[in-house]
């Protein structure tokens, strides 16, 4: 079970990571109370998240880890909340981030 925290730490800072930048683009250049707000409180919940899973994850492996699944979540949102279609090399990229966040995280961590 404590094996499987610094991961579960990873998923909530990439959630919060996410809805934040999602809450950042709806702030509209952090001229709108609300948004501006809520992309503050998760850009922090984010770190506390990312601060947890360091205790055990390298910090490499843990930013690589958290940027790459940040990116993905990120792209997403952008296609279902704001009608953002990637094209194809952006598409191939995407692919390739998660490749290397699989590669990273399967062959990059000694145990």
Same mark, same amino acid.
């Given at each position: 079970?404590?094996?499987?925290?610094?991961?579960?730490?990873?998923?909530?800072? %990439?959630? !919060?990571? +996410?809805? =934040?930048? =999602?809450? @950042?683009?709806?702030? &509209?250049?952090?001229?709108?109370?609300l /948004?501006s707000?809520l =992309?503050?409180? +998760? *850009?922090?919940?984010?770190?506390?998240?990312?601060?947890?899973?360091?205790? +055990?994850? /390298? *910090?490499?492996?843990t930013? @690589? =880890?958290?940027?790459?699944?940040?990116?993905? @979540? +990120?792209?997403?949102?952008?296609?279902?909340?704001?009608?953002?279609? /990637?094209?194809?090399?952006t598409?191939i990229?995407?692919?390739?981030?998660?490749?290397?966040v699989?590669?990273?995280n %399967? !062959?990059?961590? &000694?145990?």
């Amino acid at each position: 079970m404590k094996a499987f925290l610094p991961y579960f730490f990873l998923l909530l800072a %990439v959630l !919060f990571g +996410t809805a =934040s930048n =999602s809450f @950042a683009k709806s702030a &509209e250049g952090f001229s709108l109370v609300l /948004p501006s707000l809520l =992309s503050a409180i +998760t *850009i922090i919940l984010c770190m506390y998240g990312l601060s947890n899973v360091m205790k +055990t994850v /390298p *910090i490499g492996v843990t930013y @690589a =880890s958290f940027a790459g699944l940040c990116i993905l @979540a +990120t792209s997403l949102v952008g296609i279902f909340k704001f009608a953002q279609i /990637p094209n194809l090399y952006t598409s191939i990229g995407l692919i390739l981030i998660i490749a290397g966040v699989i590669i990273v995280n %399967v !062959f990059g961590v &000694e145990n």
